[in-house]
């Protein structure tokens, strides 16, 4: 019988999105022994300051990667939002399932809308990006930092430390939370970070038996526009501590299949965005298309 052991974090949300993918995995590959490994990352050690302060999201995927170099693990599965543009030399994202819903929602028990929230209410966000988006509409709240597990930044937000919460939807469908939302936030309002609500599933580059195993789980039109989000941050050369937001789909536009990429960037506070791009091309032929694409809007942003 072949073995797979797969690398998770082990907060609850993690968990949840890796059982999910593996059971998914199983359900292709019946014969497949699958063993998890859970590793505690700095990251996740780490719940004092803003990510920005002390490294940005790579945090959440180094020891990970560590236990693929160091074989004790055949796969990793992460929120591909976490994972730097630049992979460690050996190691590749060799498969991304289907999207989950990639906007960002917000909680505020007592006021429900971002509309409603009164002049000066205080959100919880350490995410520079989701600053920047809601101080665009609402330049009047105040942005307060919160970082902590999804139930630690619900609980907190329950005991009133914040009038409000900005989540990833995501996060809250993967665990069951969906209705703690009380506004789903369009892209026009809080446009998602890079990868926002994919999974990106980590091997070596040369274990070509896994990366067949994984294949039959991979969904190009997802894959294709998470490539080119990925493109934008790496053209930035950004990470935690740069506000980026980017978000590729597929549309149709006058009978033809189109990819519509919108990007921005803002200050290093998350206080001003300083600039947008909205571009659409036909339908990239491959990922490699698509990554050059996001590369060609994030050069626009710089320039």
Same mark, same amino acid.
């Given at each position: 019988?072949?073995?797979? &052991? ?22 292709? +590959? ?10 505690? =990352? ?35 599965? +992460? ?6 543009? =630049?992979?460690?030399?050996?190691? !590749? ?20 809308? *971002? ?14 990006? @989701? ?27 329950? !005991? $009133? ?9 995501? $996060?809250?469908? @993967?665990?069951?939370? !969906?209705? @703690? ?9 809080? *446009?998602?970070? &890079? ?9 070596? &580059? ?14 190009? &039109? ?10 934008? *941050? ?13 978000? !590729? ?10 990819? @519509? ?12 965005? +300083?600039?947008?791009?909205?571009? =659409? ?16 809007? $994030? $050069?626009?942003? *710089?320039?």
């Amino acid at each position: 019988m072949p073995r797979l &052991v797969y690398a998770t974090r082990r907060s609850a949300l993690a968990l949840a999105q890796c059982r999910a993918f593996v059971a998914r995995l199983k359900a292709a +590959h019946p014969d497949l022994e699958l063993v998890e490994e859970q590793v505690v =990352t700095t990251g996740d050690k780490i719940q004092d300051r803003p990510l920005s302060e002390v490294g940005g999201k790579g945090l959440f995927v180094k020891e990970i990667e560590e236990a693929l170099l160091e074989r004790r693990a055949d796969i990793a599965v +992460h929120s591909i939002k976490d994972v730097p543009a =630049t992979l460690p030399d050996g190691l !590749a994202i060799t498969c991304i399932p289907q999207r989950e819903d990639p906007r960002d929602v917000l909680v505020a028990p007592r006021y429900g809308t *971002l509309a409603d929230l009164p002049k000066g209410a205080k959100i919880g966000t350490s995410s520079l990006r @989701r600053a920047a988006n809601l101080l665009a509409v609402r330049p009047d709240l105040e942005i307060v930092p919160l970082r902590g597990n999804v139930d630690t930044r619900l609980r907190k937000v329950d !005991a $009133g430390e914040a009038d409000g919460i900005i989540l990833a939807r995501a $996060g809250l469908v @993967r665990l069951g939370l !969906a209705d @703690r939302a009380t506004e789903v936030l369009s892209p026009e309002v809080s *446009l998602p970070a &890079v990868g926002q609500g994919a999974l990106g599933i980590e091997s070596r &580059v040369d274990d070509e038996a896994t990366g067949r195993l994984l294949a039959v789980l991979a969904d190009e &039109v997802t894959s294709r526009c998470v490539h080119a989000e990925r493109g934008v *941050l790496a053209a930035l050369g950004a990470d935690c501590k740069t506000p980026l937001g980017a978000y !590729a789909e597929r549309i149709e536009k006058d009978g033809a299949v189109m990819m @519509r990429l919108r990007a921005f960037v803002a200050n290093g506070t998350g206080a001003l965005v +300083h600039a947008r791009q909205d571009q =659409t091309v036909p339908w990239p032929a491959s990922d490699d298309d698509a990554t050059a694409f996001g590369l060609s809007v $994030g $050069g626009a942003l *710089l320039g």
